[in-house]
């Protein structure tokens, strides 16, 4: 499983990455993660490959890894572990990714996961079309995902939604709380829409508590703005287990994006742990959750509608027990071990099927990287 972007570092992808690594594990595949990593790997199966670099990337900055030396090490790890199959995700992401693709070492599946609007894929479509055919299969998380790749790519996609681990959810210890709490999990970014959640906190009573997870290149300025408003709790990064125990342990779960959201994990993680969810009525939040069944969605950017639904759930014991009952019969059709499962039905077909790259493509790209990164050829 090849990832682009810095596997410590919490993202949607890495979160995909790492939890289907360890279901295929548990399953009984041998399956490995290779990536960036910023620090010590943060499981014994992660193959390290250097360092990120930040890079601006769909609203957003990516810690993505572009650098010779890293692709030297993908190649390096790829030659010497011999994979019977290699699964990448973003697969034109700069990076161990593409290299990969390059390569081409064993038959390939490439997951899409963006969608909304890439401005790489209108420069470089006339390439980016000749290299996606050199996946055996696509994936897309969802139809939008889908849609994006598709306008501009073309190509046949399978739709396999993102999973997530329910078991290891619902075996986390409740994190305690006092009052009413809410729980915001994200980069601290415009199109998150934490300043909206922020500026919402202003209308709602006085007993209410919000936990903020993540950070972000607004944290500054926005922990300065609301450094006043003591019911806030700025928590920073947090590990997969403590965020399972505030998800758990909050009152309600709250997801204010603004705008490019392909898919809503997080939001399948929240009704997994029985916690009632609010969010931004974005259409990939809307491929998981349905209004007034197993969370509310207002307009994204407005801030009354965001206050008054969190108000309904907070002061609504009936409808919040609703939409956790809901939530929880949802969270079932996306586990990780059905995603998994799908997962390997695709690498057995694709075993007997694909093609890899003749020797000489790898040579000619071993030296080209040797050379950018002033290696002895």
Same mark, same amino acid.
């Given at each position: ?70 692709? #030297? +090490?993908?190649? /390096?790890? &790829?030659? *010497?572990?011999?994979?019977?199959? !290699?699964?990448?995700?973003? $697969?034109?992401? %700069? ?102 959640? #922020? +500026?919402?906190? /202003?209308? &709602?009573? *006085?007993?209410?508590?919000?936990? !903020?997870?993540?950070?972000? $290149?607004?944290? %500054? ?103 956790? +009952?809901?939530? /929880? ?49």
């Amino acid at each position: 499983m090849v990832c682009p972007y810095s596997l410590t570092v919490p993202g949607g992808v890495q979160a995909q990455v790492l939890g289907l690594v360890r279901e295929l594990r548990r399953l009984g595949h041998e399956a490995r993660a290779l990536g960036p990593c910023d620090g010590p790997p943060p499981e014994p199966f992660v193959t390290p490959l250097g360092n990120s670099l930040p890079t601006a990337a769909n609203g957003s900055i990516a810690p993505l890894a572009p650098d010779a030396s890293a692709a #030297l +090490r993908t190649i /390096r790890a &790829l030659n *010497d572990e011999a994979f019977d199959v !290699v699964h990448l995700h973003e $697969p034109l992401a %700069p990076g161990p990714t593409m290299t990969t693709l390059l390569m081409h070492p064993a038959p390939m599946v490439g997951t899409f996961h963006a969608a909304g609007h890439s401005t790489s894929y209108q420069v470089f479509e006339p390439v980016l079309v000749r290299w996606t055919e050199r996946l055996d299969r696509r994936v897309a998380v969802s139809k939008d995902a889908h849609e994006l790749v598709h306008t501009h790519l073309g190509g046949d996609y399978d739709i396999l939604f993102n999973g997530v681990e329910i078991e290891a959810i619902g075996e986390a210890r409740p994190t305690p709380t006092r009052a009413p709490t809410i729980l915001f999990i994200g980069r601290h970014e415009e199109r998150k829409g934490l300043a909206v959640l #922020l +500026r919402a906190m /202003r209308s &709602l009573p *006085d007993d209410v508590r919000l936990w !903020v997870a993540g950070d972000g $290149p607004d944290s %500054p300025a926005l922990r300065a703005e609301h450094a006043h408003d003591d019911r806030v709790t700025w928590l920073g990064r947090i590990s997969d287990g403590e965020k399972f125990a505030r998800l758990r342990g909050a009152t309600v779960f709250c997801a204010p994006s603004l705008h490019g959201e392909s898919f809503g994990v997080v939001l399948i993680e929240a009704m997994a742990a029985g916690t009632p969810v609010v969010a931004s009525s974005l259409d990939g939040y809307q491929n998981v959750a349905t209004h007034d069944v197993d969370a509310l969605l207002v307009a994204p950017g407005d801030v009354d509608a965001l206050s008054a639904a969190l108000r309904r759930v907070l002061d609504d014991a009936a409808l919040a027990d609703r939409l956790q +009952r809901a939530g /929880r019969v949802r969270a079932t059709g996306f586990s990780m071990t059905a995603l998994a499962q799908a997962y390997v039905e695709i690498y057995e077909e694709m075993l007997a099927t694909a093609v890899v790259a003749p020797p000489t493509a790898l040579r000619r790209l071993v030296r080209t990287l040797r050379a950018a990164a002033g290696a002895p050829r």
